[in-house]
C-alpha cells in the first residue's frame, strides 16, 4: 500500500455533512483523540462529546470516525460559509480585493463582501484560511463567541487529546501534484503554493527557484573551466590555467548579483503579498513564559520576561555552542591525521576514504548539535516565532560554518604550515590545490546523496514501517481482513512538517560550498544546480505527500538568512582571492616574474576592490523596486476611492462553486 494516495478516499458515512451545496469536500480541521479498546474510558468520552456539543453550538460542524483498530478518535471540524463569514470578520481575516477596487488586502466585512477577490480555489475563504478560521474559532474565547479550547495537558488529561492538524484539501492538493509536483520543466506555480500553505512556505520556494536558476551561469562555465583544466592537465601536469582567477572573480561577482536581485524579488513579494507589518502584528509564541505585568503603553496584561534573564541564558548557549566549535577542530584535525596514515595503509584508496571519513563527521555532529541547538533556543524562552528561528540561526550558523568548512580551510590555508599532533601534514610539493579539490568534491558529493536519500525514503519508510505495525497487531487480534485507512487517520500517521529552517540550512551551507571554494572544483556549481532542480520536485513532495498539512505560516522576509548569505558572499571574495593567491600557482601564469611581495600585493589590491565592487553595488541599486511602491501606492488609492464613492452593503457576489 503507496504510504499515501494522491488521491482521496472516498467514504459514504457522513459526506453530506462534510461538503457543500455542489458536494464539494470541504476543509476540515481534525482533532484526534486516544483510546485504549480494551479499557474504554467512559470520562473521557463523555468529555469528549461535551466538547462536541461546545463546537456545534458555535454553528460549525463536526464528523467523528474511528482509526480502523479503534485506537483513535477523530473529529473532523468545518464550518458552512456563512458562520465562515462571520468568524472572518471576528478575525479581521485579510483578503485581497478585487482589480478594481484596487487589488489590495484588506481586513474582511461583510458588508464589503462583494469588493473581494476569489481563491483560486473559486470560493470567498481558500481551503487554508478556511482552516485557519476553524482554528481561530476553536481556541476563541466562548465570551466572544468562540469554542474557548486550550490545547495543552488539561485538554489532554481530561478526554485523552493528542493534537490538531489542517486535512489536506484533496481538489487542490491533486492540482498542485500535477502543475508543480510532477512537471519538472515548468515554472512553479509560487501563487498557489503560497495560498494553499502560506506565506512562509511559498517565500521559501521563490528563494529556491531564484537561486536554482541563477546557478545556471556559474555551473555552465564551471564545465567549461573543468574542460580546459583537463586538456591542461594532460600537457602540464597540472590544472593551473588563465582561466581559474577569471572563475574565482566572476563566482564573487556572481554572489553579489544573486543576494542583490534576490533582495529586489523578496521585496517585491513582500509588497505584492502586504506581509511588511507581519513582525509588529506578531502573537507570541504558545511556549513563552514569564510574570504577568501591566504593559506600560497599552495598560493591558502581557507576559514579561526580562532582559537580563534572557542574557544570562543566552551566556550559557555561547559558551555550549563554542564547547561544540572546539569539538569539531579536534576531530577535523586527527581525522587529516588519519588521511595521512590512510594514504600510506592504503595508497590510493587513502585520499577518498579520509574525504569520506570528514563527510560522515560533518553530518554526525549536524545531527547531535541539530538537537542541543534546539532545546538551546527554546531555554532562552524567545516571545516571538520570529525571534526565536532568528536565534537558532545565529546558533545554527556559527556552528555549521566551522563544522562544514573547516576541513577546507585546514587544507587551503593550514596544512603546509604547521604540524597537528605531531605529524607534519604538508601537501606534496607544498601545492595543495589538488588535495583541496578531491576533498571538496567528496565531502559535497556524498552529503548531497546522503540527504538525497534521507529526505526521499526516510518519510516513506516511516509511514511503511507505521503501517505494517498496526497490520500486524490486527492480525494477531484475528482481524484478517484489514479495511482501508480514513483520509483523517493516514494523514494522521504521516510525519509532522517541521518546517523551512532545515530546508534553508542545506541550501545556505551549499551556497557556501558553491561560492567560498569556487578555485578549487569548479564543477561544485554544477551538481549544486543538478541537486537543487531534484531537491524543489522532493521538497513538493514531501509537502504533498509525505508529511501532514502544516498549519498558517507567514513571514516578511527569509530572516537571518539572509545575512548569513551576505557574510558568506564577503567571505567568498576573500577565500577565492588568496586560494588563486597563495594555495595555487595562478597568478604566475599572468606574473611569472613575481616575487613573493608582489604576490602578497596583488592579492591584497584584487581583494580590496571586489569588496569596494560589493558596497558600491549594494549601495546604488535600491532594494525595492521603484514600480512596485508606484502599485502598491496606487492600489491603496483606488481602495479609498471604492470605499469613500459608496460600495457599501454589497450583495452577495455570485462566486462560482465548481472547483476548476
Known amino acids: 500500500m503507496s504510504y499515501v494516495s494522491s488521491k482521496p478516499n472516498r467514504h459514504s458515512h457522513g459526506e453530506e455533512l462534510q461538503a457543500d451545496s455542489s458536494g464539494r469536500q470541504r476543509p476540515c480541521v481534525v482533532l484526534k483523540f486516544n483510546k485504549d479498546p480494551d479499557r474504554p474510558s467512559q470520562e473521557a468520552h463523555d468529555e469528549r462529546q461535551k466538547l462536541r456539543d461546545a463546537i456545534q453550538r458555535t454553528g460549525m460542524q463536526v464528523e467523528e470516525s474511528e482509526s480502523r483498530d479503534a485506537d483513535e478518535q477523530f473529529f473532523k471540524v468545518s464550518a458552512r460559509d456563512e458562520v465562515l463569514e462571520v468568524i472572518a470578520q471576528a478575525m479581521e481575516l485579510p483578503l485581497r480585493l478585487r482589480q478594481k477596487y484596487g487589488g489590495t488586502m484588506m481586513p474582511f466585512e461583510r458588508r464589503y463582501k462583494k469588493m473581494f477577490e476569489q481563491s483560486s480555489e473559486r470560493t470567498l475563504f481558500s481551503s487554508l484560511n478556511q482552516c485557519r478560521l476553524i482554528e481561530f474559532n476553536l481556541q476563541r474565547s466562548k465570551n466572544n463567541g468562540g469554542v474557548g479550547i486550550e490545547f495543552g495537558e488539561e485538554l489532554e488529561n481530561a478526554c485523552d ?17 500535477e502543475n508543480w509536483g510532477k512537471r519538472w520543466a515548468s515554472a512553479q506555480p509560487i501563487e498557489e503554493i503560497k495560498e494553499y500553505y502560506g506565506e512562509k512556505i511559498g517565500l521559501y520556494f521563490v528563494w529556491l527557484g531564484h537561486y536554482t536558476s541563477s ?21 602540464t601536469g597540472s590544472m593551473d590555467n588563465p582561466w581559474v582567477p577569471l572563475y574565482c572573480i566572476f563566482t564573487a561577482l556572481w554572489a553579489v548579483y544573486f543576494l542583490e536581485s534576490w533582495k529586489r524579488i523578496e521585496a517585491t513579494k513582500r509588497y505584492q503579498w502586504e506581509t511588511m507589518d507581519f513582525e509588529e502584528q506578531e502573537e507570541d509564541r504558545d511556549e513563552f513564559w514569564g510574570e504577568t505585568r501591566e504593559n506600560p503603553i497599552t495598560g493591558e496584561d502581557e507576559t514579561y520576561f526580562p532582559d537580563w534573564k534572557r542574557g544570562i ?15 569539531v577542530i579536534f576531530t577535523v584535525s586527527g581525522i587529516m591525521v588519519f588521511k595521512m596514515l590512510a594514504k600510506e595503509w592504503f595508497g590510493m584508496l587513502g585520499a577518498p576514504l579520509g574525504g569520506v571519513t570528514n563527510a560522515m563527521s560533518i553530518m554526525i555532529f549536524n545531527i547531535i548539535y541539530g538537537k542541543v541547538v534546539e532545546a538551546l533556543t527554546n531555554f532562552e524562552n524567545w516571545r516571538t516565532e520570529t525571534e526565536w528561528e532568528d536565534s537558532l540561526i545565529a546558533k545554527d550558523f556559527v556552528f555549521k560554518f566551522v563544522n562544514a568548512y573547516f576541513a577546507l580551510f585546514f587544507v587551503a590555508f593550514v596544512q603546509n604550515n604547521v604540524a597537528v599532533y605531531g605529524f607534519d601534514l604538508h601537501c606534496d610539493h607544498y601545492h595543495c590545490m589538488p588535495v583541496l579539490t578531491m576533498t571538496l568534491g567528496i565531502v559535497f558529493g556524498t552529503q548531497i ?3 538525497q536519500s534521507l529526505e526521499i525514503g526516510m518519510p516513506i519508510i516511516k509511514a511503511r514501517l507505521r503501517d505494517w505495525q498496526e497490520r500486524r497487531e490486527l492480525r494477531k487480534k484475528g482481524i484478517l481482513d484489514v479495511k482501508p485507512m480514513t483520509p483523517e487517520e493516514e494523514q494522521a500517521k504521516l510525519e509532522d512538517y517541521e518546517g523551512t529552517f532545515d530546508d534553508y540550512q542545506e541550501m545556505v551551507v551549499q551556497f557556501g560550498y558553491v561560492t567560498l571554494f569556487a578555485a578549487a572544483f569548479p564543477m561544485t556549481a554544477v551538481l549544486a544546480l543538478l541537486n537543487n532542480i531534484v531537491e524543489i520536485r522532493v521538497d513538493a513532495l514531501k509537502l504533498l505527500t509525505a508529511t501532514k498539512r502544516p498549519r498558517y505560516m507567514c513571514a516578511a522576509d527569509i530572516g537571518t538568512w539572509h545575512t548569513i548569505l551576505n557574510i558568506l558572499a564577503t567571505a567568498a571574495i576573500m577565500t577565492n582571492v588568496c586560494l588563486v593567491g597563495f594555495t595555487s600557482h595562478g597568478l604566475y601564469l599572468y606574473f611569472p616574474d613575481m616575487s613573493h611581495v608582489e604576490r602578497i600585493w596583488i592579492t591584497i589590491i584584487c581583494e580590496h576592490v571586489l569588496i569596494l565592487f560589493k558596497i558600491v553595488v549594494e549601495s546604488v541599486i535600491p532594494d525595492v523596486p521603484r514600480e512596485v511602491e508606484i502599485e502598491y501606492e496606487k492600489g491603496k488609492h483606488e481602495l479609498k476611492k471604492a470605499i469613500s464613492g459608496g460600495v457599501k452593503h454589497a450583495p452577495d457576489a455570485g462566486f462560482e462553486t465548481d472547483f476548476a
Open 313 to 327: 541564558r543566552i551566556g550559557v548557549s555561547v559558551a555550549i555552542v563554542f564547547s561544540f566549535i572546539s569539538a
Open 449 to 451: 546523496f546522503v540527504q
Open 161 to 177: 487529546f493528542d493534537s490538531y492538524y489542517y486535512l489536506h484539501y484533496d481538489p487542490m492538493r491533486r492540482r498542485l501534484l
Open 215 to 235: 546557478l545556471f551561469m556559474p555551473a555552465a562555465l564551471g564545465v567549461i573551466l573543468t574542460a580546459s583544466q583537463l586538456v591542461t592537465s594532460v600537457y
